[in-house]
């Protein structure tokens, strides 16, 4: 059975890079045909999709955010990560890690705060 | 950025049959239909079906999606009590170039 596992700091400082990584059990990243994406829920803005990285290594990222994220895969360690620079308030959200859109991450929460 | 448009709330008895719409456009889910998610607080979602209406392995034929034009379905048959949850659709948007989401229904079985 496929698992996703998010990880990395619950706390953010404005104007920092949120980071983190999505471990991946139980399949392989690569070559598997599959999109691989980060998703976050507020209570404000509700489910937002982020961005996705192809099995190939293509990237897609909410216009809206693009300027600011940045995805990339380990194949070696069939991990995938976000990147996330120059963070706010607004950015304080649960943060998923997903293969589009049946396996889901038990969720991160980040805030972002001084 | 445009989303798609869900009814913040329904409610309908147990046993009952309840019918969860999603309104879109033919640039999203009139092109490309739409996932469904359900989700417990506290909980990640769940993928119910995904946009060529079909269920994953271990999801209830109680839960069947459909599309018409650019409005999209969910219909829950039998509800029982685990089915009080949100339930969220969404669709690739070819011109926003995003995956947009609705904001979601909240279903209570009375």
């Known amino acids: 059975q496929l698992q996703v596992q998010e990880s990395g700091p619950g706390l953010v400082k404005p104007s920092e890079t949120l980071s983190l990584t999505c471990t991946v059990s139980?399949?392989?990243?690569?070559?598997?045909?599959?999109?691989w994406g980060w998703i976050r829920q507020s209570p404000e803005k509700g489910l937002e999709w982020i961005g996705s990285?192809?099995?190939?290594?293509?990237?897609y990222y909410n216009p809206s955010l693009q300027s600011r994220v940045t995805i990339s895969a380990d194949m070696s360690k069939n991990q995938f990560s976000l990147n996330l620079h120059s963070v706010t308030a607004a950015d304080t959200a649960v943060y998923y890690c997903?293969?589009?859109?049946?396996?889901w991450g038990q969720g991160i929460v980040v805030t972002v705060s001084s | 950025q445009a989303g798609l448009t869900q009814a913040p709330s329904v409610s309908t008895g147990l046993r009952q049959t309840a019918t969860l719409t999603c309104t879109g456009n033919?640039?999203?889910?009139?092109?490309?239909?739409a996932v469904w998610l359900q989700q417990h607080q506290g909980h990640p979602p769940k993928l119910l079906s995904d946009?060529?209406?079909n269920r994953p392995s271990g999801i209830s034929e109680r839960f069947s999606a459909s599309r018409s034009g650019n409005t999209a379905s969910l219909t829950i048959t039998g509800l029982q009590p685990e089915d009080e949850a949100d339930y969220y659709c969404?669709?690739?948007?070819?011109?926003?170039?995003?995956?947009?989401f609705g904001g979601g229904t909240k279903l209570t079985v009375l």
């Open positions: 997903v293969r589009v859109w049946e396996y």
């Open positions: 139980g399949g392989s990243i690569s070559g598997s045909g599959y999109y």
């Open positions: 990285i192809y099995s190939s290594g293509s990237t």
């Open positions: 033919s640039n999203n889910i009139g092109n490309e239909g």
């Open positions: 946009r060529n209406n």
């Open positions: 969404s669709a690739w948007d070819g011109s926003l170039r995003t995956q947009v």
